[in-house]
């Protein structure tokens, strides 16, 4: 009667706590889960991974039982979904290998363009001098030459005698009318 009961309750026990298998991915790897109860007394599910050589590497695991293993999903991934999300992976492999091959391209046709800007005299100055000068604003809205206004202050003009007479005056303070015209760096050009 001992022995049976004994058997009684290993049987009952293996069924439950038996593993579950899961599902299987393409690395051969295989999931299983089974009830278990936590310190507490409270039912929990194990969730476990079978690796065919016996040695887990995470790199060769899926996201979506990655996520299952860590129990941040509830159900398996499904065969279709495991497909479907696979299909997408490929499709950014070849996307990011696309991009890679634009941006080699776009390395050395910079590469190559440097190297004649160098042998012709070095970088575009036309266009620095443009965008220095303002002449980048749309028309109608030129902006005034800063080197040019700079080179008449320091000539000697009538105007850069006049500020610098009225400079350090008091009455040149107080009236609030000043001589400085702000530069504003508008977009467009």
Do not use: C
């Not at 058997?7 to 295989?30: I, M, P, T």
């Not at 040695?55 to 941040?72: C, F, G, I």
Request: overall charge neutral; glycine content about 10%.
């Amino acid at each position: 009667m001992g022995s049976l009961l004994r058997r009684l309750g290993a049987r009952l026990s293996h069924l439950v706590n038996s593993k579950e298998l899961v599902g299987h991915d393409v690395h051969g790897n295989k999931y299983y889960r089974w009830p278990d109860t936590n310190l507490h007394g409270e039912p929990v599910e194990k969730r476990i991974i079978q690796t065919p050589d016996g040695r887990y590497d995470p790199n060769l695991v899926p996201p979506e039982w990655a996520q299952w293993l860590k129990q941040t999903r509830g159900p398996p991934p499904s065969p279709e979904e495991i497909q479907q999300m696979e299909t997408k992976r490929q499709a950014i492999r070849h996307r990011a290998a696309a991009l890679e091959a634009a941006e080699a391209q776009r390395r050395f046709q910079e590469a190559t363009l440097g190297r004649q800007a160098e042998q012709a005299g070095g970088p575009n100055q036309d266009r620095f001098l443009q965008q220095l000068t303002g002449r980048g604003y749309p028309a109608g809205q030129q902006a005034e030459d800063p080197v040019a206004k700079a080179s008449s202050r320091q000539s000697g003009t009538p105007e850069t005698a006049e500020v610098q007479r009225n400079q350090g005056t008091p009455e040149a303070a107080d009236d609030g009318k000043s001589r400085f015209e702000a530069d504003v760096w508008k977009p467009g050009g």
